[in-house]
C-alpha cells in the first residue's frame, strides 16, 4: 500500500519533471492547487500561480535546454522538501546579462506544502550567486597561498 508521503513525493517529482519540457506551462500543470502561491527568496511578497508562471518562462527564456535533476526527496506529513540540479546552456538574457553561451549547473532546495495530493505552497533557495559566479557576473573570490595552506 502506497502511503500519503509516498504520493506526495511522487507529486512533486512529477512537478520538477515538467520543468524539463519547456513547453508545458506551470498554469496547465495538474499537479498545482488552487490558489497556488510560491515564495521567492529575493521577492518583497508570494508569486501567484501566473506570476509563477511568468518568473519560470523567462527562466526558461534565459536556459532554453534547462534540466532538473531530483538528487534527494523526503516528506514528513504534508511537506515535502527535495534537493535539485539544475543543469543548462546561457541561450537567452538572464537577469541584465546578455546570452554567454555558458553551461552552467546549480542546486535548489525545494519545499512544498501539500494540500489533497496537490502543491498549494512552495519556497526554494537556489544558488543564485553560484550561478551568477558562472556567468560570469560576480568574479570568483582570489585564494591568497596563505588560506590555501590551511
Not at 506551470?26 to 508562471?53: C, M, N, R, S
Not at 512552495?122 to 550567486?129: A, I, K, Q, T, V
Request: no cysteine.
Amino acid at each position: 500500500m502506497v502511503s500519503e508521503e509516498d504520493e506526495n513525493r511522487a507529486v512533486v517529482r512529477r512537478w520538477i519533471e515538467t520543468f524539463n519540457n519547456p513547453y508545458t506551462p506551470q498554469t496547465k500543470v495538474d499537479v498545482l492547487a488552487p490558489g497556488f502561491i510560491t515564495h521567492v527568496p529575493w521577492l518583497p511578497g508570494p508569486l501567484d500561480l501566473e506570476a509563477w508562471t511568468q518568473f519560470t518562462a523567462a527562466f526558461v527564456e534565459a536556459f532554453p535546454d534547462l534540466r532538473l535533476t531530483v538528487e534527494d526527496i523526503f516528506s514528513s506529513e504534508d511537506m515535502v522538501a527535495a534537493r535539485v540540479t539544475f543543469r543548462g546552456t546561457h541561450r537567452g538574457e538572464f537577469q541584465g546579462i546578455p546570452p554567454t553561451g555558458k553551461e552552467v549547473a546549480f542546486s535548489s532546495i525545494e519545499i512544498d506544502r501539500m494540500v489533497d495530493g496537490k502543491v498549494a505552497e512552495h519556497w526554494f533557495e537556489m544558488d543564485l550567486l553560484g550561478l551568477m559566479r558562472q556567468l560570469g557576473a560576480i568574479p570568483e573570490p582570489e585564494h591568497s597561498e596563505e588560506a590555501s595552506a590551511t
